[in-house]
C-alpha cells in the first residue's frame, strides 16, 4: 500500500544534528467528516499544505477558508485551531520544523499573522515536492531521515522566498533594477546636448522629482552628478590625448558651449581644463 493509499501516515524524524534548520515529523491524513478541531499551540512550525477538500483555520482573530493547492504556516505557540469543512473534508501533508533559521528564512517572506495562507505556483510544484518528500522519508532510513527531508524543506523554503518575498524586498529590488536600466543609458548616451533629468524622466515614464529620489535613494548622487561623473571622466581621457581643444572637448562629451564645460570641470577638479592641460595634475581615478 502507497502513502496516500492510507488514511494516516506520520513519521518522528529522529534529531541526530541540532542544525539551522530542523524537521521534526512529517505525515499526511486524509480526514473524516467528524474529525474534531485540532488546537495547536508546539514550541515549532508548522507547514500544511491542502492536497483535497477544504477547511477553516483560526490565528490571532484571523478567520480564514483553506481549499486545495493552498498552504498555511503557523509560527510557535501560536494557538491556532483548524479543522475540515464538513461535507468537502480536506486531506493535507504536514511539517512540523524547528531551527534557528525558520524565523529568518520566513522573515524574508510576505508571511504575517493575517497573511499566513500561501498558494501554489502554477503546475503545483509545492504539492509535487512534498509529496515527494513524503515518500521519500517513507522508504528511507533513520540514519538518512533527517537531512533527506531537511533537503525538501529548503527548497520549500526557496519557493516561498522566490514566490513569495516580503513586499519591501520586491520595491527595493525593483528599484535597484531600474537604476541600473537608466544609469546605463545616461552612460550611452550622456554626450547628447539635449540630455536632461526632464527628456530622462519622460522616456522612463517617471516625475524629474521622483528620478532625482530614486538615484538619491539607490546609488547617493542625483541623475545630473552621475552624468556629470561620466562626462567628466571622459573630458580627463580626451584632455590627456592633447590633440583636441577645449571647445572640441565639450562638444565631445555633451556640453553646448565650453565655457559652462569649464565652470563645471572646475567645480568638479579645482582647476580649470586649461590649466589641467598644462600641468596633467588631475588623476583619472578621482
Not at 490565528?59 to 461535507?87: D, M, Q, R
Not at 577645449?246 to 590649466?275: C, D, H, V, W
Amino acid at each position: 500500500m502507497g502513502v496516500f493509499d492510507r488514511d494516516v501516515y506520520y513519521s518522528y524524524i529522529s534529531v541526530r544534528n541540532d542544525s539551522a534548520i530542523t524537521p521534526l515529523v512529517v505525515g499526511y491524513e486524509r480526514c473524516r467528516t467528524n474529525k474534531a478541531p485540532i488546537q495547536s499551540d508546539k514550541a515549532c512550525y508548522i507547514i500544511h499544505y491542502v492536497l483535497s477538500g477544504q477547511g477553516t483555520i483560526r490565528l490571532e482573530g484571523h478567520s480564514c477558508h483553506v481549499s486545495a493547492n493552498n498552504f498555511f504556516i503557523l509560527p510557535p505557540h501560536s494557538n491556532a485551531t483548524y479543522s475540515p469543512v464538513k461535507h468537502d473534508p480536506w486531506s493535507y501533508i504536514w511539517i512540523e520544523i524547528s531551527g534557528t533559521a525558520m524565523r529568518t528564512v520566513l522573515d524574508g517572506t510576505t508571511m504575517r499573522p493575517d497573511n499566513f495562507i500561501f498558494s501554489d505556483a502554477e503546475g503545483h510544484p509545492v504539492e509535487k515536492l512534498l509529496k515527494e518528500m513524503v515518500e521519500a522519508d517513507n522508504a528511507a532510513t533513520e540514519s538518512a531521515e533527517g537531512l533527506l527531508v531537511t533537503g525538501y524543506v529548503y527548497r520549500l523554503l526557496a519557493f516561498l522566498l522566490q514566490n513569495h518575498p516580503k513586499e519591501q524586498m520586491q520595491i527595493s529590488s525593483k528599484k535597484e533594477e531600474t537604476t541600473k536600466i537608466i544609469s546605463r543609458y545616461l552612460t550611452i548616451h550622456y554626450n547628447d546636448p539635449a540630455l536632461s533629468i526632464q527628456s530622462v524622466a519622460e522616456r522612463f515614464g517617471f516625475s524629474p522629482s521622483y528620478l532625482t529620489r530614486l538615484f538619491k535613494e539607490q546609488i547617493g548622487i542625483t541623475p545630473i552628478q552621475f552624468v556629470d561623473d561620466v562626462r567628466m571622466k571622459k573630458a580627463i581621457e580626451l584632455l590627456n590625448h592633447r590633440t583636441l581643444t577645449i571647445n572640441q572637448i565639450a562638444e565631445a562629451i555633451g556640453y553646448s558651449n565650453q565655457f559652462y564645460f569649464a565652470r563645471r570641470f572646475k567645480r568638479y577638479f579645482g582647476m580649470p581644463p586649461t590649466l589641467y592641460k598644462q600641468k596633467n595634475l588631475v588623476d583619472l581615478d578621482q
